[in-house]
Structures are given as structure tokens and as C-alpha cells.
């Protein structure tokens, strides 16, 4: 997707091949397939919710909230499935990462911003099912 645009894949929907976010664009996944490597690089927002991921999720200076999964807090988001690694680093919006299964490494890093409350700090991850290595900062 190019610079500045937004992309929504609904309940449904099914995405085969690379899926890129350039900056400043926004990705919303809502009960969508992907299958291919997705990455986000400085988006405006991310938003990955009851989805399935087939592939590598790397997400990274997005300067709105990351969703993926969510608690009734944030919003409503269920959760996710990926496949592959899946790395979340240097956003400046907050990360939630909720409920969500993972088979592969999970590394959440370096990541600023604040979540709303009652919510506190840049990183709220709860729930989660990771079949391998964890790193959360």
C-alpha cells in the first residue's frame, strides 16, 4: 500500500502474498486471513483483530496505538492468531497485545507513548499463548 493510505481486510477476506504498510498509511484487519510476511513501518495506526496470520508480523515507529487483540478497555478486538515470528518495536502510540496466539518468538520492545487508562505505560500484553521465546519491555 502506498504512503498516507488505509486498507481494511474484513471477516472473510483473505490476503495471499507480502502485505506492506508504508509510512504514514493504516492497516485494519478484522477477522481477515493473511498469508505472507506483513510489516508496518512509521504508520499512522494498526488495528489486528480476530485475525489470521500466516507469517512473519513486524511492526515497527508506527506513531498511533497498535492493536493487536484488545480488552474491553481499548476497544473490542478479539484475538489473534500468528504464525511466525512476531516483533513489535520503537511505536510511539502504545502497543496492546491481548489473548492473542503465537507460535514462534514474540519480542515487544522499545516502545513509547501511553495507553489509555486505566491502562498504565507504553505496553499492555496479557493472555497471550507464545510457543517460543518471549521478550516484553
Request: hydrophobic letters at 30%.
Amino acid at each position: 500500500m502506498s504512503a498516507g493510505q488505509a486498507i481494511c481486510i474484513g471477516a472473510g477476506g483473505n490476503q495471499t502474498g507480502p502485505v506492506t504498510v508504508q509510512p504514514g498509511g493504516s492497516l485494519d484487519i478484522e477477522g481477515g486471513r493473511i498469508t505472507g510476511p506483513l510489516t508496518s513501518t512509521s504508520a499512522g495506526s494498526v488495528r489486528i483483530c480476530g485475525a489470521i496470520l500466516a507469517g512473519p508480523l513486524t511492526i515497527s515507529d508506527s506513531i498511533g496505538l497498535v492493536l493487536v487483540g484488545g480488552d474491553t478497555t481499548t476497544a473490542e478486538c478479539g484475538p489473534s492468531t500468528i504464525t511466525g515470528p512476531t516483533t513489535l518495536t520503537g511505536n510511539t502510540g502504545g502497543v496492546e497485545f491481548n489473548g492473542n496466539t503465537v507460535v514462534g518468538p514474540l519480542r515487544i520492545t522499545g516502545n513509547i507513548g501511553s495507553l489509555p487508562p486505566p491502562d498504565l505505560g507504553p505496553v499492555h500484553a496479557s493472555g497471550n499463548a507464545v510457543t517460543g521465546p518471549v521478550g516484553i519491555q
